[in-house]
């Protein structure tokens, strides 16, 4: 009217834009996001609210319709190269009309803000909730935050943000026009630099410049494209033969540079390959020259080749992942090293490839676990799942799988020791157990009171805390209860904990478990009362029963049941027993666990053969049980290290062999972990007198006689 604008007001946003009907049902807006929606609409809807009517209860309807196209499920780094394209064809279009004094499309200005803020928001918006917000400035200090973007960098581009804001209204005050591009006239341009709270339009401009220079500069660190290797044809290209790969294989310092060319032929011809969508056939083809070239820089190049063909063959298929690696060649670098060291680890990285996310920031994958900070982050990941038990499932799975990737980074790079490492790998089970007995009590059909008097009782490699990388869970589980239902509730409980636990869906599993070492093993109650158990462990339960109870400990539940338990633990070891008794069993156990691993191949197993493991177990295990009526302190679940020390300084045994036979496991553990990073499957042998044994059968002799 006369009076000017109430709103400017654009609607070509809506499905099919121009031509497009003004008003669509939830139905046809699903059907359009689903099977026609555009990648600039991705970015678009991240800003979408409903203005009106407010409070209507079908807003979280429209909202879970639309959330699933702007955020994906799946860590979607093919985000980056869609908004680079987007932002090309903006710039064309800067060019074209030569708009760059446009604060808003010009380099350095409103677009690219918002853009580098919005890439991260459909990168990971699907898994981390608390990226799904609206205001620019409020994800940019969410990025910080999550450590995405440092916080200089976040201040500086909220800081450009906000003066582009401001000088954008008053470049529209001006003659009330929906414009971002900088006045001509010089008495608009005094005004503006005034209005803005300069002296004059050169001071202005000064600021202006400084602002987009560095808001340009962070655009190009995020969205510069990717370097390419020189001569890649060289390497890699349709119908490259063996004869032209092999030597230059060799020339790069491959040793066995004919298996390793067969390899990648093998992959150029095999089915996945050809089968893939151009666009990640496209990606593959400039990955793969720079991986041969990353592998010729470590000590193996060919067994590391192998493997990284392996996980790419793997992850192939999910385009995302690809573009991870096309658009961050420092993961690529950190990836490398990771396989070459271990071929578990390359394993794990193609059974998890979300995991790949984790290389991109060394400072965060070399740090020690928080574990309070690690929960509280899980308990909000879960409570955003909105009780829906498949995504928390998934959610425990995934956070399992990035803590223990994070441990296996830092193990690689020599900043774990073995000890340390194990006591991360327990406290994370630990953690993970709370969280699946929490899980399975609340969404339990039939509950009789609200907290359950319910606990997960630890055995074995997590009684010790001694878990490796792949370690199943010894698990009991115990109640204290007299309601009539307890015994019902309970049960199903402890099934419904087990198959959380132990059940394969696309994500993995969380553990392997085995609840054989409860009372009356597999034939017995899945769970027991405290008092039945107090009666087995002390009227029915075999010595090897007891072995075992010096590792047990409470690790998830009511701690009142956990006392109970740890309280029957110690009446039970403390037993006076016959020694020589205790040794016939001792030694019957060990000679039948000799004969269940028989070794024939003329190796030292070094686990289970004499002078192994198992034989220090068994001797610490016989040390407690023998002498823990006189000395109380033998029951605590310090480990075996810790316990030989306390035998050898209670004069249970000679201090000097204890000592001797302590570092001896330590270097028994180290081995062990150290062949299961690169093969997780064989029995861990070794060339007989590569290990000095002598401690270990000394003191087998000290105890129990010549074997």
């Not at 929906?178 to 401009?205: F, H, N, S, V």
């Not at 690529?332 to 995991?355: C, D, I, K």
């Not at 994500?507 to 405290?530: H, K, M």
């Not at 605590?636 to 035998?647: E, Y």
Request: aromatic share 8%.
């Amino acid at each position: 009217t006369g009076d000017g604008y109430v709103f400017r007001v654009d609607m070509r946003l809506r499905p099919y834009g121009d031509s497009g009907p003004l008003v669509t049902s939830f139905a046809a807006l699903e059907e359009y996001l689903v099977s026609q929606g555009r990648e600039w609409e991705r970015y678009a809807w991240i800003k979408a609210r409903v203005i009106s009517p407010a409070e209507h209860p079908q807003i979280a309807e429209l909202s879970k319709l639309a959330q699933p196209f702007v955020f994906r499920k799946y860590l979607d780094f093919g985000a980056i190269d869609s908004m680079r394209k987007l932002h090309a064809q903006i710039r064309q279009e800067v060019q074209r009309r030569d708009l760059f004094n446009n604060i808003k499309l010009g380099p350095g200005g409103i677009r690219e803000i918002e853009f580098t803020a919005q890439v991260f928001q459909l990168i990971r918006g699907g898994r981390d909730a608390e990226l799904r917000i609206r205001p620019t400035q409020a994800a940019l200090q969410q990025l910080a935050i999550n450590g995405l973007l440092p916080a200089p960098v976040v201040a500086d581009l909220d800081t450009a943000y906000v003066f582009l804001r401001n000088l954008e209204h008053r470049l529209q005050y001006l003659d009330d026009q929906q414009t971002q591009e900088l006045p001509e006239k010089p008495e608009d341009r005094q005004i503006i630099a005034e209005t803005m709270g300069y002296a004059d339009y050169a001071a202005l401009l000064d600021d202006l410049n400084r602002h987009r220079a560095l808001v340009n500069q962070q655009f190009e660190l995020i969205f510069g494209a990717p370097e390419e290797v020189q001569d890649e044809e060289q390497f890699w290209r349709e119908g490259i033969s063996a004869e032209e790969l092999q030597p230059r294989l060799e020339k790069l310092g491959y040793r066995a540079a004919n298996d390793s060319a067969q390899r990648l032929l093998q992959l150029q011809a095999g089915s996945r390959y050809r089968q893939l969508p151009e666009l990640s056939r496209q990606r593959l083809d400039k990955l793969i020259p720079q991986f041969i070239v990353l592998c010729a820089q470590q000590t193996n190049p060919d067994e590391t080749l192998s493997r990284l063909l392996a996980l790419l063959e793997g992850i192939s298929r999910r385009a995302s992942y690809l573009a991870f690696l096309a658009e961050y060649p420092q993961a690529m670098q950190r990836l490398t090293r990771m396989v070459s060291a271990s071929s578990w680890a390359g394993e794990y990285m193609t059974q998890h490839p979300a995991l790949l996310d984790e290389l991109l920031d060394a400072r965060e994958m070399y740090q020690p676990p928080q574990w309070q900070q690690i929960d509280r982050n899980l308990q909000s990941r879960l409570d955003d799942c909105g009780g829906d038990a498949e995504r928390q499932l998934d959610v425990l799975r995934l956070v399992q799988q990035e803590q223990t990737f994070q441990l296996l980074a830092m193990d690689l790079q020599g900043l774990l020791p073995l000890e340390k490492l194990s006591d991360h790998l327990s406290d994370l089970a630990d953690l993970l157990l709370r969280h699946v007995l929490k899980l399975s009590w609340a969404t339990a059909r039939k509950r009789h009171r609200e907290e359950p008097r319910f606990a997960i009782i630890a055995y074995g490699k997590l009684g010790g805390k001694e878990l490796s990388y792949a370690s199943d869970l010894d698990l009991i589980f115990l109640y204290d209860d007299d309601h009539p239902d307890a015994q019902e509730n309970y049960a199903r409980l402890g099934q419904r904990i087990n198959t959380m636990l132990s059940s394969y869906t696309s994500s993995g599993r969380l553990y392997e478990t085995d609840l054989r070492l409860r009372p009356n093993g597999a034939s017995g109650l899945l769970v027991s009362t405290v008092a039945a158990f107090a009666e087995y462990q002390q009227q029915q339960a075999w010595v090897w029963e007891h072995q075992a109870l010096t590792r047990a400990r409470f690790c998830a539940g009511d701690t009142g049941v956990g006392a109970a338990f740890e309280d029957i633990r110690k009446k039970v070891l403390c037993q006076p027993r016959e020694l020589a008794t205790l040794r016939e069993e001792i030694l019957a156990m060990r000679q039948k666990m000799l004969d269940g691993h028989p070794n024939d191949t003329g190796l030292f197993d070094i686990k289970h053969d004499r002078g192994g493991m198992v034989d220090i177990e068994f001797m610490v295990q016989y040390l407690v049980l023998g002498y823990a009526h006189q000395h109380p302190q033998l029951t605590a679940n310090i480990g075996n290290l810790a316990l030989l020390k306390l035998a050898g300084e209670l004069g249970l045994i000679p201090v000097e062999l204890a000592g001797q036979t302590k570092s001896l496991y330590r270097i028994l553990r180290q081995i062990q972990h150290r062949i299961r990073l690169n093969d997780s499957l064989s029995p861990c042998r070794v060339n007989p007198g590569e290990i000095d044994v002598t401690a270990c059968n000394k003191l087998w002799e000290e105890l129990f006689g010549k074997p």
